[in-house]
């Protein structure tokens, strides 16, 4: 089965920046992260699950929330099995766990598959 490890999380000052870090494994027998789409969501307390990112390996193509568009960048290295989501210009409202998440078909539009543990974010004023 798919599973991720997550880190890159932390306490930052509003303003501030945080790079997290996604690497991906368990892939099925003759697949790479070249057939998968990888999104990050994230979740708050009290609050619902919500999409924020994703890479589709197949076209390359990305999506962003309209809350984060032009802060937020997701990358790849895929030699690393590793997918990134750089967050600048952090906010109060970007606190939540980070959980990255794999959709098997490449699709970031479909349900996804698999989903790894998260990562606490926390953005102070």
């Known amino acids: 089965e798919v599973q991720f490890v997550e880190s890159g999380g932390g306490l930052v000052q509003a303003g501030g920046s945080v790079k997290l870090s996604c690497v991906v494994s368990?892939?099925?027998?003759?697949?790479?992260?070249?057939?998968?789409?990888i999104g990050w969501f994230r979740q708050a307390p009290g609050k619902g699950r919500e999409g924020v990112s994703c890479?589709?390996?197949?076209?390359?193509?990305?999506y962003y929330a309209d809350s984060v568009k032009g802060r937020f960048t997701i990358s790849s290295d895929n030699a690393k099995n590793t997918v990134y989501l750089q967050m600048n210009s952090l906010k109060p409202e970007d606190t939540a766990v980070y959980h990255c998440?794999?959709?098997?078909?490449?699709?970031?539009?479909?349900?996804?598959?698999?989903w790894g543990q998260g990562t606490q974010v926390t953005v102070s004023s």
């Open positions: 890479i589709s390996m197949p076209d390359g193509s990305t």
């Open positions: 368990g892939f099925a027998s003759g697949f790479t992260l070249d057939d998968y789409a």
């Open positions: 998440a794999a959709q098997a078909a490449g699709w970031c539009t479909r349900g996804y598959d698999y």
